[in-house]
């Protein structure tokens, strides 16, 4: 079992940046992929961004890509999502979620059903 605690969410203003943290403990010896969900009220959750357990390969959605990166310290268990120039439609609850799978393909990565575990979310809220 992994555990996994997403931080860092907030409000901010557009234009503005924040840089939200995935905590991960329990089986965290094993090898984990990780990735970023995200979900607006009333629509559905979709990826973010991805990261493989070495660094790359990293996978965005088209709409981060350019503002976005995602980022990992294995010796801290922890992974990162930094968010620059942010936009009023990236407000949402952020979820980080890890597969001990190995993620062979793209189409894996960004699917939500690849991924075992979840973390409870953090909400990023970005103003005009």
């Known amino acids: 079992q992994v555990q996994l605690a997403e931080s860092g969410g907030g409000l901010v203003q557009a234009g503005g940046s924040l840089r939200l943290s995935c905590a991960a403990s329990?089986?965290?010896?094993?090898?984990?992929?990780v990735g970023w969900f995200r979900q607006a009220p009333g629509k559905e959750r979709e990826f973010v961004a991805s990261?493989?357990?070495?660094?790359?390969?990293?996978h965005y959605a088209d709409s981060v890509k350019g503002r976005f990166t995602i980022s990992r310290d294995n010796a801290k268990n922890t992974a990162y999502l930094e968010m620059n120039s942010l936009k009023l439609e990236d407000t949402a609850v952020y979820y980080c979620?890890?597969?001990?799978?190995?993620?062979?393909?793209?189409?894996?990565?960004?699917?939500?059903?690849?991924?075992?575990?979840w973390g409870q979310g953090t909400q990023v809220t970005v103003s005009s």
């Open positions: 979620a890890a597969s001990t799978t190995a993620l062979r393909t793209e189409a894996q990565a960004r699917w939500s059903k690849s991924y075992a575990y």
């Open positions: 329990g089986r965290t010896s094993s090898r984990y992929a």
């Open positions: 990261i493989s357990w070495s660094g790359p390969p990293t």
